[in-house]
Structure formats: C-alpha cells, structure tokens
T-cell receptor, first 113, second 112 residues
Framework: AAGVIQSPRHLIKEKRETATLKCYPI?????VYWYQQGPGQDPQFLIS???????DKGSIPDRFSAQQFSDYHSELNMSSLELGDSALYFC????????????FGDGTRLSIL | AQKVTQAQTEISVVEKEDVTLDCVYE???????LFWYKQPPSGELVFLIR??????QNEISGRYSWNFQKSTSSFNFTITASQVVDSAVYFC?????????FGTGTSLTVIP
C-alpha cells in the first residue's frame, strides 16, 4: 500500500539559509500534519492542513510556513535556519476527522551546520 | 490540558520475556483517542493502535496487547515473548481536539 512520501530524506543547510520540505500524503487522505522531532525527544506538532486550509497550529516558529496544494501535497518552508532547527521532520496524513490515525512518512533529517 | 506521561524512559528485557510499557494521560475532553506508535532505529513512526475513550475493551494483536483503563487514565501496552525486532522507541499519544500529544517515549531494548 502506498505510504506517506517525504522528500528529501536528508538535507544539510547552513545557518540563515532556507529549506523546503515536501510531503505527499497517502492517496485519498485529505489531512496533512507536520511534526518536528529533536534528538531524543518526542515529536512536536507544528501545523496541520485539511482540504488545503490550515486547521491547527502548534509550536511552529514564525520563520516557518507551510501550505497544502490542490493535489494535497504539502510543503514546509523554513527560513533563516538556526542550529536548533536540526531535527527530524515528519509529515503525517489521515482521513478527514481529527482523531483518525495519522500515518507517518519516513521523515526528513535536517542538519544545520 | 492534554498530557501524556510515559514514566519509563528505558527498558531492557531478555528475549522471550514479556514487557509492559506504561502510558498515563490527562485530558479534559470527554471524547478522545489514544494511540501507540513504534519508532524503530531506522526512524520512521509506525502506527500500532487507536482506541477511543468509549471503548475500554482490551485488544490483542498477535504478541501485542493493550489495556485501556479509564478509571486510572492509563493505556498500557504489553509485548509478550519479546523479540529483538521489538527493540524501538514506543510512543503513546493522545488526540482530543485535533492535535496529537505524544509522550516522551519508552526506549525498549530486547537483548538476545
């Protein structure tokens, strides 16, 4: 079965650069979530979209923005990158409904030098 | 406030032993959902189970079983006859108002 696809798998950037992470949800899933997982930490919710509209917002820094496109894929844009942004970024998707199981992609490992 | 507590940071067991991972939650929602996810060393998060607040039936899936007790706000996860492939970080999560709240995870090491 098709899963959530994230790209790239690994990304290395320098401080103050920008980065764009992409997420392709499971077909027919209409809700996308973004999480940030620091080393040894639990995933922290950043933001979610339902039918291309932002539905919930978590601890997403102002330097980050995200959107969901007409084909339901989503992009997380990160600017003025800081060392502390080094983390594993997960995208998850689910069917409509806030309490549906979220299925996660393999994550994008972002390293800031 | 929504909160998930996994008090066991790390657990080590010898292969074939049974192990229980504890999860205690706090929520003011009357309707909520609880989840368990597995994060193997490769890093991906794998969905294991979802349980809603109105269903306190225990569930068994192969070597995995879950015990949901609303009276104690707990949703514990037991692996019987553990195997080396069970070595992973296990996260308990709560959802009631849209966001997922993860516990800090329990790192399970199964020693051959």
């Amino acid at each position: 079965a098709a899963g959530v696809i994230q790209s790239p798998r690994h990304l290395i950037k320098e401080k103050r650069e920008t980065a764009t992470l992409k997420c392709y949800p499971i077909p027919r899933h209409d809700t996308v979530y973004w999480y940030q997982q620091g080393p040894g930490q639990d995933p922290q919710f950043l933001i979610s979209f339902y039918e291309k509209m932002q539905s919930d917002k978590g601890s997403i820094p102002d330097r980050f923005s995200a959107q969901q496109f007409s084909d339901y894929h989503s992009e997380l844009n990160m600017s003025s990158l800081e060392l502390g942004d080094s983390a594993l970024y997960f995208c998850a998707s689910s069917h409509r409904g806030r309490n549906q199981p979220q299925h996660f992609g393999d994550g994008t490992r972002l390293s800031i030098l | 406030a929504q909160k998930v507590t996994q008090a066991q940071t790390e657990i080590s067991v010898v292969e074939k032993e049974d192990v229980t991972l504890d999860c205690v939650y706090e929520t003011r929602d009357t309707t909520y959902y609880l989840f368990w996810y597995k994060q193997p060393p490769s890093g991906e998060l794998v969905f294991l189970i979802r349980r809603n607040s109105f269903d306190e039936q225990n569930e068994i899936s192969g070597r995995y079983s879950w015990n949901f007790q609303k009276s104690t706000s707990s949703f514990n996860f037991t692996i019987t006859a553990s195997q080396v492939v069970d070595s992973a970080v296990y996260f308990c999560a709560l959802s009631g108002s849209g966001q997922f709240y993860f516990g800090t995870g329990t790192s399970l090491t199964v020693i051959p």
